[in-house]
């Protein structure tokens, strides 16, 4: 059985797939086609081979030109079941249904059930047919609030504002100053087990992203010393209580903001997500193999709790600056430990992601001073190479596509 990995960027999860399946039971179809990912299976790219922009249609589309009989997705395809139901027509789905997706990323279903359970969430109000913004709350829109499409992913278009805008398809979302992090987790549609806690990094100049835009993760221990040191207690029983309500199976994570030992609750990625290939770097956790095992019902004898004296893993996607072409670098930079390498020659656009950097440390500030210095490092040489400015050529318009979480 020939297995498909697809999403917008499918290089760590075909790096992980790779420690259990054989390279000839696997392809992969995403956007970008990255320098490393061509030398590791069979691989597509809506990119350069299909000449499209990122959208979940165009890789349906273009899927239908390839011979698989399974699929594995990744981000972003979660928000659109009704895609994936044709992908079930002609193949195993390998994670969550469709009918698990329309439920846990409909804010009409997945807020009023954090409701009745008592899990910790910012007041989140939207506009349907059924209620209007904020109708239930005026104090809170007194309040500094965030928008947000529904269709979330990345970080993208999520704008902070204090007068509510009530535009059909968006969320208007209790803004809670905190610590942004994840939780992963694997789910047999029964139970569930804990497999890491990230800091999610946002916005952060150092890596040339702004706004609310995701730009990596630091795996380790997130609360500090004053906070909450049950926190994997609750986070185990909020992730086997969404995983009851919702049938949540395979690899899984959770967004939330971490404010006085307490975890608000933003949202599920029903999918194998950026931050596994940590796990798999620091705990050595075959997360792909974790991933069909438990779809099989079986979660592995893992404990987390043992793992979080060990350091801190972490890892930042750096964002172009500048318009730039592409040196020849790929080698260097793989050999580097860089990885999702772009081609020689290729243009990047400024606010486009060029590549993703890894480092460890023994505390979360020397592994955050380590992802920095190789940003800085990697700015000097596309600065002494290829960086287009005013008296350099310019790049062509670009053609807009859908935009794109990593």
């Given at each position: 059985m020939r297995i498909l990995l697809t999403g917008v960027s499918t290089r760590a999860m075909v790096e992980s797939a790779l420690k259990?399946?054989?390279?000839?039971?696997?392809?992969?179809?995403?956007?970008?086609?990255?320098?490393?990912?061509?030398?590791?299976?069979?691989?597509?790219?809506?990119?350069?081979?299909?000449?499209?922009?990122?959208?979940?249609?165009?890789?349906?589309?273009?899927?239908?030109?390839?011979?698989?009989?399974?699929?594995?997705?990744?981000?972003?395809?979660?928000?659109?079941?009704?895609?994936?139901?044709?992908?079930?027509?002609?193949?195993?789905?390998?994670?969550?249904?469709?009918?698990?997706?329309?439920?846990?990323?409909?804010?009409?279903?997945?807020?009023?059930?954090?409701?009745?359970?008592?899990?910790?969430?910012?007041?989140?109000?939207?506009?349907?047919?059924?209620?209007?913004?904020?109708?239930?709350?005026?104090?809170?829109?007194?309040?500094?609030?965030?928008?947000?499409?529904?269709?979330?992913?990345?970080?993208?278009?999520?704008?902070?504002?204090?007068?509510?805008?009530?535009?059909?398809?968006q969320l208007i979302q209790e803004y809670i100053p905190g610590l942004p992090c994840s939780a992963l987790f694997l789910a047999n549609g029964q139970d569930s087990v804990l497999i890491g806690l990230t800091e999610q990094l946002i916005g952060l100049e150092e890596f040339g992203s702004q706004g609310f835009r995701y730009c990596g993760n630091i795996l380790g221990k997130v609360w500090r010393e004053a906070e909450s040191s049950y926190l994997l207690g609750e986070l185990a029983e909020i992730t086997t209580l969404l995983t009851r309500e919702f049938k949540l199976r395979g690899a899984n994570g959770i967004d939330f903001i971490l404010k006085g030992g307490v975890p608000y609750l933003l949202e599920v990625n029903p999918r194998y997500t950026a931050a596994m290939e940590l796990v798999e770097k620091a705990y050595h956790l075959p997360v792909v193999e974790a991933h069909l095992n438990s779809l099989e019902g079986y979660l592995p004898a893992f404990n987390l709790t043992t793992h979080l004296e060990k350091g801190y893993w972490g890892k930042a996607i750096l964002f172009a600056e500048k318009d730039l072409k592409v040196p020849s670098l790929q080698r260097d930079w793989f050999e580097k430990g860089i990885r999702d390498i772009p081609l020689e020659g290729e243009l990047i656009y400024k606010g486009e992601p060029i590549c993703t950097l890894f480092a460890y440390g023994p505390t979360r500030e020397s592994c955050y001073r380590k992802l920095v210095e190789k940003a800085e490092g990697l700015k000097a040489d596309l600065s002494s190479f290829c960086l287009i400015n005013d008296s350099q050529e310019k790049l062509p318009p670009k053609e807009l596509p859908e935009k794109y979480p990593r």
């Amino acid at each position: 059985m020939r297995i498909l990995l697809t999403g917008v960027s499918t290089r760590a999860m075909v790096e992980s797939a790779l420690k259990s399946l054989p390279a000839g039971k696997i392809l992969s179809l995403d956007y970008f086609g990255d320098y490393d990912l061509q030398g590791l299976c069979e691989n597509y790219s809506l990119k350069r081979t299909f000449c499209r922009p990122f959208t979940a249609s165009n890789l349906f589309s273009a899927s239908q030109y390839l011979s698989f009989q399974a699929v594995i997705y990744t981000s972003n395809l979660e928000n659109y079941p009704s895609l994936l139901k044709k992908f079930q027509r002609k193949s195993i789905l390998l994670g969550n249904s469709p009918e698990t997706l329309s439920r846990i990323r409909n804010p009409g279903i997945f807020f009023p059930f954090l409701e009745r359970t008592g899990i910790p969430h910012p007041k989140t109000y939207f506009k349907d047919r059924k209620r209007k913004i904020g109708q239930s709350d005026s104090g809170f829109l007194q309040s500094i609030f965030l928008q947000k499409p529904i269709r979330s992913g990345g970080g993208f278009r999520i704008t902070q504002i204090r007068a509510p805008e009530k535009k059909a398809r968006q969320l208007i979302q209790e803004y809670i100053p905190g610590l942004p992090c994840s939780a992963l987790f694997l789910a047999n549609g029964q139970d569930s087990v804990l497999i890491g806690l990230t800091e999610q990094l946002i916005g952060l100049e150092e890596f040339g992203s702004q706004g609310f835009r995701y730009c990596g993760n630091i795996l380790g221990k997130v609360w500090r010393e004053a906070e909450s040191s049950y926190l994997l207690g609750e986070l185990a029983e909020i992730t086997t209580l969404l995983t009851r309500e919702f049938k949540l199976r395979g690899a899984n994570g959770i967004d939330f903001i971490l404010k006085g030992g307490v975890p608000y609750l933003l949202e599920v990625n029903p999918r194998y997500t950026a931050a596994m290939e940590l796990v798999e770097k620091a705990y050595h956790l075959p997360v792909v193999e974790a991933h069909l095992n438990s779809l099989e019902g079986y979660l592995p004898a893992f404990n987390l709790t043992t793992h979080l004296e060990k350091g801190y893993w972490g890892k930042a996607i750096l964002f172009a600056e500048k318009d730039l072409k592409v040196p020849s670098l790929q080698r260097d930079w793989f050999e580097k430990g860089i990885r999702d390498i772009p081609l020689e020659g290729e243009l990047i656009y400024k606010g486009e992601p060029i590549c993703t950097l890894f480092a460890y440390g023994p505390t979360r500030e020397s592994c955050y001073r380590k992802l920095v210095e190789k940003a800085e490092g990697l700015k000097a040489d596309l600065s002494s190479f290829c960086l287009i400015n005013d008296s350099q050529e310019k790049l062509p318009p670009k053609e807009l596509p859908e935009k794109y979480p990593r």
